[in-house]
C-alpha cells in the first residue's frame, strides 16, 4: 500500500462516509420508526398501519409477505392494517425490515467473493437462526423480531467498504491468499482502521437504531465486548457461525472467525442445543424460501 493510502487516511476516508447521508445506502426511516414503536404498548395501531400505507413499495411488499408460507397467516390479509391484527406489529416491523433491507443487501460483493444471492441468503439465515436461539432462550429476554433485526443487519457495513475502497481490498485478499489461517476483520483494520462489523454499527447509529442494535452489529465478531444487550450480540454471533459453517453466504474470510466460549457462556447454550440448530439449518433455508426469493 503507498503512503497516500495509510490506514490513517483511509480510516478518515470512513469517518466521512459515515456523517455524509448522500454516500450512505438509504434506509426508510420507517424502519428505525418502527424499531422505536414496537416497545410502545399505547401505540396507535390504526394510525401507524395508515403512515405505513403511504409507502407503496412497504405497502405491496408487506401484503405479499404476509400471505406467504413463511408467516402461514390464519386468513387472507389484504392491508396493512389486516397485517398487524392478525401477525402482530412485531412481526410486520421484521416485514418491513426485511423489504427495506433488500435493496442494500442483495448485492454483489465482489471484494469479499460473495454474489448477491448468497449475501442475501446468509442475511436472512443468520436473521432467522438468531430469532431461533431468542426462542430457545426466551429467559435471556431478547424479543424474536429484534434478535430477527440485528442477525438481518449484521453484515451491512460490507456494503459500505466495498462500495469505496476496491483497491485496498486486492492488498486484503492477496494477504488473505498469502495467509489462509489470518482473521479477515483483523486485515480489515490493519488496512482501514475499522472492520466490516464496526462500519455497519456506526452505519446503523446514523440510521437512529437502537443502541442494543447498533451493538450486536459492531461487535457480533466479539460479543465480549457488549454490554448494552450481551445476550443479543452473542445470539448474532453464534448464528452467524452456524450459517458459515453451514456453507450459507461463506465469504473471503472462510472459516476464519471462532466460535467464541463466552458467547456460548453468556447464553447457556450447550451442545444439544447447538447440534439441533445446525441440524436445523435445511428446514431454516426451505422457510425462508419467500423471502429469498424477493
Not at 418491513?96 to 449475501?119: F, R, T
Not at 449484521?154 to 495467509?179: N, P, S, T, W, Y
Not at 466490516?196 to 450486536?216: M, T, Y
Not at 447447538?274 to 431454516?284: F, Q, R, T
Amino acid at each position: 500500500m503507498d503512503a497516500a493510502n495509510t490506514q490513517a487516511e483511509i480510516k478518515a476516508r470512513i469517518d466521512g462516509l459515515l456523517e455524509d447521508v448522500t454516500q450512505l445506502p438509504p434506509m426508510p426511516a420507517m424502519v428505525a420508526r418502527l424499531n422505536a414503536l414496537v416497545q410502545d404498548p399505547d401505540v396507535d395501531m390504526k394510525a401507524l398501519a395508515d403512515e405505513i400505507s403511504l409507502d407503496p413499495a412497504i405497502t405491496a411488499a408487506i401484503i405479499r409477505l404476509s400471505n406467504s408460507a413463511f408467516y402461514r397467516p390464519s386468513r387472507a390479509i389484504r392491508s396493512v392494517q389486516e397485517a398487524i391484527v392478525t401477525l402482530g406489529l412485531r412481526v410486520v416491523k421484521n416485514i418491513v425490515v426485511v423489504a427495506a433491507s433488500k435493496g442494500i443487501l442483495k448485492v454483489n460483493l465482489d471484494d469479499y467473493k460473495m454474489e448477491a444471492p448468497e449475501m442475501w441468503d446468509h442475511s436472512l439465515a443468520v436473521a432467522e437462526i438468531a430469532a431461533s436461539i431468542a426462542r430457545i432462550k426466551k429467559t435471556s429476554g431478547v424479543p424474536e423480531d429484534v434478535a430477527f433485526t440485528a442477525g438481518l443487519l449484521h453484515d451491512i457495513g460490507k456494503v459500505v467498504l466495498v462500495q469505496h475502497f476496491h483497491k485496498v481490498f486486492l492488498q486484503i485478499i492477496a494477504d488473505m491468499e498469502a495467509q489462509p489461517g489470518t482473521s479477515f476483520t483483523e486485515l480489515e483494520r490493519r488496512y482501514t482502521g475499522y472492520s466490516h462489523d464496526q462500519v455497519g454499527g456506526s452505519l446503523l447509529e446514523r440510521w437512529g437504531f437502537p443502541d442494543e442494535l447498533v451493538e450486536a452489529v459492531r461487535y457480533n465478531y466479539h460479543p465480549e465486548q457488549a454490554t448494552v444487550n450481551p445476550a443479543l450480540c452473542s445470539m448474532v454471533h453464534v448464528a452467524n457461525v452456524i450459517a458459515l459453517s453451514g456453507g450459507i453466504g461463506v465469504d473471503i474470510g472462510g472459516l476464519n472467525e471462532q466460535l467464541s466460549g463466552a458467547a456460548l457462556k453468556t447464553l447457556e447454550l450447550g451442545d444439544r442445543e447447538l447440534e439441533a440448530l445446525y441440524g436445523h439449518l435445511p428446514e431454516i433455508l426451505e422457510k425462508l424460501s419467500d423471502l429469498r426469493s424477493l
